[in-house]
């Protein structure tokens, strides 16, 4: 047989699709546990199908067949914060267990600063990863400020909306596609947005203290994309001259 006759074997890519498979297998033990409707299904498994075909798509493009220890971390993330979106979705129609919403979303919360030391002890850091764990953030801020929004009003919207916003306006104005400088400060005003909505979500505070602390939190928040929008303007007026 000649070297063109032979068949190269391209590497799999298992990654995703076990991430899959244990997402579905969070969503039946919430479904046995504490119940999941039809809603938490549907939203549930869209998401995990998008996870699935994004995160095996930008794998292909890197040119990675595996996951490093730090991906698997998030994907671990992922996979809770996949159960925290089918009990948000189910919330729309009724109650859904706040214990068991609050453990997801908390634990989820907590690794997030635990795949980034994976990645840093392990030399395993990649852009795959940091854009991974990114993604994996902005959805469960999302996801938190949708059910926080039922109780507080709609406006709580905003923190899990502000992201996307800015993404949107990154396509039309390219400048705002410029690198940032590293500030501790923004990984600082990130997380409080997580914390926050879930003691908010919660319950534990009283009404009145819930909305100052979401409203604090949308205004770092904003403070800290207000920062940054104006950094890369001035960037953008100094390339010019």
């Not at 969070?26 to 938490?40: C, D, E, K, R």
């Not at 990649?126 to 959805?139: K, N, S, V, Y």
């Not at 923190?159 to 600082?188: D, E, T």
Request: net charge positive; with cysteine; aromatic share 8%.
């Amino acid at each position: 047989m000649t070297i063109s006759e032979q068949h190269v074997v391209e590497p799999t890519i298992d990654g995703p699709s076990i991430g899959l498979v244990g997402q579905f297998v969070i969503f039946a033990g919430l479904a046995t546990s504490v119940g999941l409707g039809s809603a938490g299904w549907l939203v549930g498994t869209a998401y995990a199908i998008i996870v699935c075909v994004s995160l095996t798509r930008a794998m292909h493009r890197s040119g990675t067949h595996t996951l490093g220890p730090a991906n698997r971390v998030t994907l671990f993330r992922a996979l809770l914060v996949g159960g925290v979106l089918a009990l948000v979705a189910d919330s729309l129609r009724g109650p859904v267990p706040v214990v068991t919403f609050v453990a997801l979303a908390a634990v989820a919360l907590v690794l997030d600063g635990v795949d980034g030391k994976v990645a840093r002890r392990t030399g395993s850091s990649t852009a795959l990863g940091a854009r991974f764990d990114m993604e994996i953030d902005a959805i469960l801020i999302l996801g938190l400020s949708v059910y926080v929004a039922e109780e507080l009003g709609w406006w709580v919207l905003a923190i899990g909306a502000l992201r996307y916003v800015f993404v949107v306006f990154q396509q039309v104005m390219p400048w705002l596609r410029g690198r940032l400088p590293h500030r501790y400060s923004r990984k600082v005003v990130a997380a409080t947005q997580g914390v926050v909505l879930v003691v908010a979500g919660s319950g534990v505070l009283p009404y009145v203290l819930a909305i100052a602390a979401v409203a604090l939190a949308l205004g770092t928040l904003a403070w800290s994309f207000g920062r940054d929008t104006r950094w890369l303007w001035r960037e953008k007026v100094l390339i010019r001259r």
